[in-house]
């Protein structure tokens, strides 16, 4: 079956700009999580949606970061006036059992 | 609060040679899960073992095998035979039973086989 899929897989922007990641969990799913992981260094969590609410969102490092999941499936990290500090990989993951978590290849962002 | 630590930030082998990628975790929960994940270059993590903390049993899947000791807070990785299309990250991880199950990772550990 399908798995977690993630767009776009590149992105590049410019300082300032506002950007958007999304998001396919598996179906059935109902959990997300997102993660962010910066060269040389493991995933750090960022937010976790069980179903349509954010159920722990402690990882995300500042009010520019916010993420959303309306219908409980599909999400999107939104990051407001990137920096050059946010070019990352950023990983989603979904998961039926809370403790086995399937990753999607990822978003790889660049700010210029 | 939990951690892991990966020491090991890159390892280099020869084919067929046996590799070890060294775990070592922190926690005060008595009831946590420990994990394997690997990350080639596509990015992906693919989940490759899970294992409880109740269950110290050994695991052997085909060449992989992994050594779970609670005395020495290790979960170390074992790849017998290596081959080139090992090279990858590799990443343990631990979640603590309750809670939003979310994991913490170590910093991964670079195995790079030579052919």
């Known amino acids: 079956g399908a798995g977690v899929s993630q767009t776009p897989s590149n992105k590049v922007t410019e300082k300032g700009k506002y950007v958007e990641l999304r998001c396919d969990p598996i179906s059935g799913h109902t959990a997300l999580y997102w993660y962010r992981q910066s060269l040389g260094q493991g995933p750090e969590f960022l937010i976790y949606f069980q179903g349509t609410g954010a159920a722990d969102d402690s990882g995300l490092p500042n009010d520019r970061f916010f993420a959303v999941r309306p219908e409980g499936s599909v999400s999107t990290l939104k990051i407001q006036r990137t920096e050059r500090g946010d070019s990352a990989v950023y990983l989603c993951?979904?998961?039926?059992?809370?403790?086995?978590?399937?990753f999607g290849p990822g978003t790889r962002l660049t700010v210029t | 609060a939990q951690k892991v630590t990966q020491a090991q930030t890159e390892i280099s082998v020869v084919e067929k040679e046996d590799v070890t990628l060294d775990c070592v975790y922190e926690?005060?929960?008595?009831?946590?899960?420990l994990f394997w994940y690997k990350q080639p270059p596509s990015g992906e993590l693919v989940f490759l073992i899970r294992r409880n903390s109740f269950d110290e049993q050994n695991e052997i899947s085909g060449r992989y095998s992994w050594n779970f000791q609670k005395s020495t807070s290790s979960f170390n990785f074992t790849i017998t035979a290596s081959q080139v299309v090992d090279s990858a990250v590799y990443f343990c991880a631990l979640i603590v039973s309750g809670g939003s199950y979310i994991p913490t990772f170590g910093r991964g550990t670079s195995l790079i086989v030579h052919p």
């Open positions: 926690t005060r929960d008595t009831t946590y899960y």
């Open positions: 993951a979904s998961s039926l059992m809370s403790y086995e978590q399937y």
